[in-house]
């Protein structure tokens, strides 16, 4: 059987609103911790527990991961924190998914609009994903909402159109 690399496209939970933070800066809502923790609850009972996850640096997807952390029960140290990931536009979370040893074969991300959905739009082969699911990401996903793909190829291999978008999912 040939293993299957998966990417699990993560936008962090619902943040606080802007206002006098820099956006870095901006914590998660109340109602953003209850996201995060249904995010981790729906990847554990869907079998998408990370080997690997790049978080951005920026601090509501630090909690976000945190949260959704404990849901999974997993080390701290699968994670990387990155500027990269928090300036990223999708050639450049390419470049970062691609630079993941070959040896890891689930990699969760957890990142922001309108990277995540733009990236998943783009790694998807329109002819082999879900079509449903297409359609959500390419008119981008709300706070909370995970998608994922899938390829034979390792990491290192992805390209636009290359993986089959298998689900989009919005934890209640």
Same mark, same amino acid.
């Given at each position: 059987?040939?293993?299957?690399?998966?990417?699990?496209? &993560?936008?962090?939970?619902?943040?606080?609103?802007?206002?006098?933070?820099? !956006?870095?800066?901006?914590?998660?809502?109340?109602?953003?911790?209850? /996201?995060?923790?249904?995010?981790?609850?729906?990847?554990?009972?869907?079998?998408?527990?990370?080997?690997?996850?790049?978080?951005?640096?920026? +601090? #509501? $997807?630090? /909690?976000?991961?945190?949260?959704?952390? $404990?849901? *999974?029960?997993?080390?701290?140290?699968?994670? $990387?924190?990155? !500027?990269?990931?928090?300036?990223? @536009?999708?050639?450049?979370?390419?470049? *970062?998914?691609?630079?993941?040893?070959?040896?890891?074969?689930?990699? *969760?991300?957890?990142?922001?609009?309108?990277?995540?959905? /733009? $990236?998943?739009?783009?790694?998807? !082969?329109?002819?082999?994903?879900? &079509?449903?699911?297409?359609? #959500?990401?390419?008119?981008? +996903?709300?706070?909370?909402?995970?998608?994922?793909?899938?390829?034979?190829?390792?990491?290192?291999?992805?390209?636009? @159109?290359?993986?089959?978008?298998?689900?989009?999912?919005?934890?209640?």
């Amino acid at each position: 059987m040939t293993p299957t690399y998966q990417l699990v496209l &993560l936008r962090h939970a619902k943040a606080e609103a802007a206002e006098s933070l820099a !956006d870095h800066l901006r914590p998660l809502a109340l109602d953003g911790r209850r /996201q995060a923790t249904g995010v981790g609850a729906a990847l554990r009972d869907a079998g998408l527990v990370p080997e690997a996850v790049l978080v951005s640096s920026a +601090v #509501r $997807t630090r /909690q976000t991961w945190d949260l959704v952390r $404990t849901g *999974l029960e997993v080390p701290a140290e699968v994670a $990387t924190l990155s !500027d990269a990931v928090y300036d990223a @536009g999708v050639r450049e979370l390419l470049e *970062l998914v691609r630079a993941v040893p070959e040896s890891t074969h689930r990699l *969760l991300v957890v990142g922001h609009e309108p990277t995540v959905s /733009q $990236t998943a739009a783009t790694l998807a !082969d329109a002819a082999a994903s879900d &079509l449903a699911a297409l359609a #959500r990401v390419r008119a981008g +996903v709300p706070t909370a909402t995970f998608s994922v793909l899938e390829s034979a190829a390792p990491f290192a291999a992805w390209a636009p @159109g290359a993986a089959h978008l298998r689900a989009v999912v919005a934890p209640a």
